[in-house]
């Protein structure tokens, strides 16, 4: 018979408050994924990195996974989210230098 466990999480009151992001650059390797969470805001140079989050290729399916089944929820509940203009591509971090311009 299979036990019904409970997860239970800490969470910090320096990390409940959350941070914003409006860009997210993800890169991989064979062995892990690296989100960093990004804000780009008008006045500033250059996004400012706030949080970077490793993972392993398994663990970002199921991120994946989980999205895609929170964002039809969502899509159900209030709407269908809608993306203005062309869709953006995807760049290496690989692809720029470290003074953060394109190689």
């Given at each position: 018979m299979e036990e019904n466990k409970q997860l239970q999480l800490e969470l910090k009151p320096e990390v409940a408050k959350g941070s914003y992001s409006n860009l997210a650059i993800i890169s991989h390797s064979h062995s892990e994924?690296?989100?960093?969470?990004?804000?780009?805001?008008?006045?500033?140079?250059?996004?400012?990195?706030?949080?970077?989050?490793?993972?392993?290729?398994?663990?970002?399916?199921?991120?994946?996974?989980?999205l895609n089944d929170n964002i039809g929820k969502y899509e159900n509940q209030f709407g269908r989210i809608e993306l203005p203009g062309s869709p953006k591509g995807t760049f290496n971090l690989a692809d720029f230098n470290p003074n953060g311009t394109k190689s």
């Open positions: 994924f690296v989100i960093d969470f990004a804000t780009m805001l008008p006045g500033l140079q250059k996004p400012e990195i706030s949080n970077r989050i490793l993972m392993t290729p398994e663990h970002a399916k199921r991120l994946l996974n989980a």
